[in-house]
């Protein structure tokens, strides 16, 4: 059975940073490109980065970019979100997701798993 589970959300002040994680079990992580994507209430849920391999490449979307860092580590079968510079817009839940390799980045249909998401709230 394929788990995600994410941690490491909360409440933080705009300007100030969070580190969320994703464990991962139940799947080959060599196998699968690992993202992030996040929902905020009454939106739709947008994708926010995505790495194929611990040395990348990487992708991001355009609103965290320079801000947000993606990172893996498959012995740990882990996937990392750094997140600096939060902003009130930055305020969603965070789910992480994982697609097979041969589908495309970003378009979530294409991740086969996901978790339950972490909450990220960023007071102004």
């Known amino acids: 059975q394929v788990q995600l589970i994410e941690s490491g959300g909360g409440v933080v002040q705009s300007g100030g940073s969070l580190r969320l994680s994703c464990t991962t079990s139940?799947?080959?992580?060599?196998?699968?490109?690992m993202a992030w994507f996040r929902q905020a209430p009454g939106k739709e849920r947008e994708f926010v980065a995505d790495i194929l391999r611990p040395n990348g490449p990487t992708y991001y979307s355009n609103s965290v970019k320079g801000r947000f860092t993606i990172s893996r580590d498959n012995l740990k079968k882990a996937v990392f979100l750094q997140m600096n510079d939060l902003r009130p817009e930055d305020t969603a839940v965070y789910y992480c997701a994982a697609r097979t390799l041969q589908m495309s980045v970003a378009r979530s249909g294409n991740y086969a798993h996901w978790g339950q998401g972490t909450q990220v709230t960023v007071s102004s």
């Open positions: 139940g799947l080959t992580l060599t196998q699968y490109a």
